[in-house]
């Protein structure tokens, strides 16, 4: 069946380091979604990426989804503390279901 | 209401006692989703429902667990004989899509989660 892997498991930055998460499919995905999940709370829709190699930006976020429609990228620059959380890929493929990565928990030394 | 609400937010029950979560989808989502996550652990797919076909049902973990959508809206999620390894928070999730098969599926909206501890 379908899977979605993400790397790394854990990441600790110190504040004003960058950071980046990668998402890998085993097929090929109609899109995928990035969320964020603060500690203790569900989580919340980030971004849709639907085009081969399309690159988003939201401020300091920028997400990437590969040529091939399997493999895509979260990197933030200049980690905030309000950056604290998991972060999760999520990829559709044809039958719609929608795959979760297991997220990449970001913590933010001071 | 203008989220996903889940009901029970807390379950607490006993090894063996059937349990019954439910969740009311934001008006007019016509896709549902159910998501087992374990306590620091990721989501894991269950089940998800989308208008009025067959539901695709090859996340559930095994036959104890069972899944209803009424009218299209409110959905319940069953778990019959409960096990210790059942404990988790279980999220309900709706979405809005067009041009479905194949068309757009838009942003999940998650409910809260009910938070289920078995004995």
């Known amino acids: 069946g379908q899977q979605v892997m993400q790397i790394p498991q854990y990441q600790h930055v110190q504040e004003g380091e960058d950071f980046t998460t990668y998402c890998n499919s085993s097929?090929?995905?109609?899109?995928i979604q990035w969320y964020k999940q603060r500690p203790g709370g569900h989580p919340v829709f980030l971004i849709q990426?639907?085009?081969?190699?399309e690159v988003k930006k939201q401020k300091r976020l920028t997400f990437q989804f590969g040529e091939a429609k399997k493999n895509s990228s979260l990197h933030i620059t200049a980690t905030q503390t309000t950056d604290v959380g998991t972060y999760f890929c999520?990829?559709?493929?044809?039958?719609?279901?929608?795959?979760f990565g297991k997220g990449t928990r970001l913590h933010i030394l001071p | 209401g203008a989220g996903v609400s889940q009901s029970p937010s807390n379950k607490v029950t006993e090894k063996g006692k059937d349990v019954e979560l439910r969740c009311d989808p934001i008006?007019?989502?016509?896709?549902l989703y159910w998501y087992r996550q374990s306590l620091g652990q990721g989501l894991e797919f269950l089940i998800y429902f989308q208008g009025n076909s067959a539901p695709d049902k090859s996340g559930l973990p095994s036959d104890r667990f069972s899944a209803e959508r009424t009218g299209g809206s409110v959905s319940t999620l069953t778990i019959q004989r409960t096990q210790q390894e059942d404990s988790a928070v279980y999220l309900c999730?709706?979405?809005?899509?067009?041009?479905?098969?194949?068309?757009?599926?838009?942003?999940?909206?998650f409910g809260e989660g009910s938070r289920l501890t078995v004995l």
């Open positions: 990426l639907v085009k081969s190699g």
């Open positions: 999520a990829g559709r493929a044809r039958d719609d279901k929608i795959i």
């Open positions: 999730a709706s979405s809005l899509v067009t041009g479905w098969p194949g068309g757009w599926t838009g942003e999940l909206f």
């Open positions: 008006s007019g989502h016509t896709a």
């Open positions: 097929t090929t995905l109609s899109n």
